[in-house]
């Protein structure tokens, strides 16, 4: 064997024992302990979305609202399939939303109003 050879065989015996330092049991830790609940909210932080529910000519208009404020109108056509007008942003422009949605359509709920 040449010097070079025995110095790679070196370098790598190092680097093995330097590794395995690496794997070996921790000392002196703990589990972390499990993750609470979430706490669970009840009554007025929830509220019931109101429908106002209107029949305009042979269709019939369903309105929700929260806290007063029009969120989205359910139609249904007497002949057809219902579909969804929504404001996904709260400022009064609504959406057509139908049955079969292409894409994802992230949650939109209110978290917190100022």
């Not at 093995?16 to 993750?35: H, N, R, T, W």
């Not at 939303?97 to 709920?109: E, N």
Request: with cysteine.
């Amino acid at each position: 064997m040449n010097l070079e050879n025995i110095m790679r065989y070196a370098i790598l015996a190092l680097f093995c024992l330097l590794s395995s330092q690496a794997f070996a049991d921790p000392k002196g830790l703990e589990p972390l302990p499990d993750v609470p609940p979430p706490p669970v909210v009840k009554g007025e932080d929830q509220p019931e979305p109101e429908v106002t529910i209107k029949q305009k000519g042979e269709e019939k208009i369903e309105e929700y609202r929260i806290h007063g404020q029009l969120y989205m109108i359910k139609v249904t056509p007497k002949h057809g399939v219902p579909y969804y007008l929504v404001d996904p942003k709260g400022d009064g422009k609504f959406v057509r939303r139908g049955q079969i949605d292409p894409g994802v359509q992230p949650p939109m709920w209110v978290i917190h109003r100022f």
